[in-house]
């Protein structure tokens, strides 16, 4: 039985396939084309899948799509014609109605209506909007023979639509350890939906609530993120970084931008926004997705004029980025709490863009009763390719479960002699190590100061990279910040870096200790270690966690485990291996980066590159 999933037609595409329930393959389409958060249609993805899995598309028995244009239409319509008449009662002539909920903004989840969320036209253009996609998504066996170039006709899978957010869920749950779970998407908008919670039990999903278009906790916090000078696609994470800084002395007008209600619902003001009324562009071009603003002028008269991109940051976009990040929280655990209330449950899966706001999540344990968290690396619309595969295997066919995903190792790898042959093209001189001897080296060379390249095994799904496509340089160099940003991150200095740490000795730095496998929890360092790591305290005194266990991922595992030998220290710095592009895929584009900027050695597999 082999499952190929994919997310196609919105911000990062990807594809996942599995073989009867075993996951063995799941990719972002950015890392092979270089877009950074590529939309379109995943077709290397899906080749890599096949290829791993040994497998051609004539063999595939089910193919899914993260996306169905026929949920929640009549919501959809009955929003149109609300919005409609109410514009006639105004007198205004503009009949206009945003698109954009059939794409997904905010919290880094854009998944767009292709390039057309610009002004509707009324009930009956959005009515023909949606037979067009329905149309595009009935198509998508024939996008795949031609771009796999194929006649259609050898391709005997069956195909389903599978709505945004149940994609999202059945990735927080189908391969999570738990039996049964409370389980919560929340992003910007999937198919009409931004946020849905549900129960998880066995193979099955039953969705208990949800928040409809045009309210979001995504389309706020992508819309502040825009009005305080960050416009790019993923810049959320910015802000978030940006947020300690900052004093939350904006939370009463956040509060009014965004309202909790009964129920665990939440509605926005939407004097605040464009997206309801005007419509916001979204635009891509076989590349990163491009989102029109979405803030309204109401932001202006709150706030005061919007931070043009570039120009000195100031305390004000500080006290709003604190103020911005304290309601999501706020917001955040108001649905969480109504969902345990509900459910009983202390176990949690969650999804969805929003889910990438790890300071949020490392904050969920200590506000609301859940006891243990499984969030799935591709927490955002790429992990809904893997959630399609598992939607269809467990809730759909109803086979029995049997996959929990433990670590985010799912794309491509290179043998030795793969890596040596880039080496030599390069006409580089390398030398080869020993496994054991590797990562002593290794160790040793970031005990002593040097910037580290660690390219390993199979490439990380999601966007963290967690010590197989990773540079790592010694976290107690305070220094160690602007050493990789001025060589070569060149990043805003508020961002932090990222530590790993030695699973079993978590408790001994942070304040909490669940296991953050995904790099997708922020807990506080210990008052009294934070000299010890200067390089990745943020100035909270927080520390965004990799827990690495030996049983996810024992090479860095030992890595750490020879550099705590040396210093007695058990976390290094870790952050993702490129500069300004998406990450490093192959031994080529490692070496590229290597020689691009002024990393100090790199480690490709068993062979190493030092400059000299
Ligand atoms: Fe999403």
């Not at 960050?230 to 002395?249: S, T």
């Not at 799935?376 to 399609?388: F, N």
Request: with cysteine; charged share 25%; glycine share 10%.
């Amino acid at each position: 039985m082999i499952i190929l999933g994919i997310n196609a037609y919105h911000g990062d595409a990807a594809a996942a396939i599995i073989k009867d329930g075993k996951l063995i393959a799941a990719v972002e389409e950015e890392r092979f084309n270089r877009f950074k958060h590529c939309a379109g249609f995943p077709i290397e993805s899906i080749k890599y899948c096949l290829l791993t899995a040994g497998v051609t598309i004539e063999d595939v028995d089910h193919v899914g799509i993260s996306r169905d244009p026929s949920a929640h239409l009549h919501k959809k319509v009955l929003f149109a014609a609300t919005r409609a008449a109410k514009q006639a009662v105004g007198g205004r002539r503009q009949e206009a109605v945003g698109t954009i909920d059939d794409g997904d903004v905010g919290g880094a989840s854009v998944n767009g209506g292709n390039a057309s969320n610009g002004n509707g036209a009324g009930i009956f253009s959005q009515i023909k909007d949606r037979l067009g996609n329905a149309a595009k998504v009935r198509d998508l066996r024939d996008e795949l023979a031609r771009q796999l170039n194929i006649p259609k006709s050898n391709i005997r899978a069956q195909f389903h639509n599978v709505e945004h957010h149940r994609a999202h869920l059945a990735s927080a749950f189908y391969v999570s350890p738990f039996e049964k779970a409370a389980l919560l998407s929340i992003d910007g908008f999937g198919d009409f939906i931004s946020t849905m919670w549900a129960v998880g039990e066995g193979n099955s999903i039953d969705v208990l609530g949800q928040v409809e278009y045009p309210h979001s906790t995504g389309i706020v916090y992508t819309a502040t993120t825009q009005f305080i000078g960050f416009p790019h696609y993923g810049d959320e994470g910015k802000v978030m970084g940006l947020a300690p800084y900052g004093r939350p002395r904006f939370i009463n007008e956040f509060r009014e931008i965004i309202r909790t209600e009964e129920n665990g619902q939440f509605r926005l003001n939407l004097d605040y926004f464009r997206h309801h009324a005007e419509g916001v562009d979204m635009t891509w071009d076989q590349g990163s997705p491009v989102i029109g603003r979405i803030f309204s002028d109401e932001f202006a008269q709150t706030f005061g004029p919007a931070r043009q991109q570039g120009t000195e940051l100031t305390d004000r976009e500080r006290d709003i980025a604190a103020s911005l990040q304290l309601r999501l929280e706020e917001v955040g655990f108001h649905v969480l709490n109504h969902l345990h209330d509900k459910t009983g449950l202390t176990d949690l899966g969650l999804a969805g863009g929003v889910a990438y706001n790890s300071v949020m999540n490392g904050k969920i344990l200590l506000n609301t009763p859940f006891k243990r968290m499984f969030i799935q690396p591709a927490a955002g619309d790429s992990g809904t390719a893997l959630g399609v595969c598992y939607q269809i295997y467990n809730g759909i066919l109803n086979r029995n479960r049997g996959e929990v995903m433990e670590g985010a190792y799912t794309g491509p790898q290179f043998s030795n002699n793969e890596i040596r042959k880039a080496l030599e093209s390069s006409n580089i001189g390398f030398e080869e190590y020993s496994d054991e001897e590797v990562t002593k080296r290794a160790a040793r060379d970031i005990a002593d100061g040097l910037v580290v390249g660690w390219f390993q095994g199979r490439m990380e799904f999601g966007p963290r990279a967690l010590g197989n496509r990773s540079i790592v340089v010694d976290p107690r160099r305070a220094d160690m910040k602007d050493i990789l940003n001025d060589r070569i991150k060149k990043r805003e200095p508020f961002r932090p870096f990222a530590p790993s740490i030695l699973e079993e000795r978590v408790g001994d730095y942070f304040e909490q200790t669940h296991p953050a496998p995904t790099m997708l929890m922020v807990y506080q360092i210990k008052e009294e270690k934070r000299l010890e790591i200067p390089a990745v305290t943020h100035v909270d005194g927080s520390g965004r966690l990799q827990t690495v266990s030996p049983t996810v991922n024992d090479r860095y595992y030992r890595l750490i485990s020879e550099f705590n030998q040396l210093t007695g220290v058990p976390v290094i710095l870790n952050t993702s291996f490129n500069e300004n592009e998406p990450i490093v895929c192959t031994p080529q584009e490692a070496i590229n980066c290597f020689l691009k900027t002024r990393m100090d050695v790199l480690y490709v597999g068993n062979c190493a590159v030092r400059r000299r």
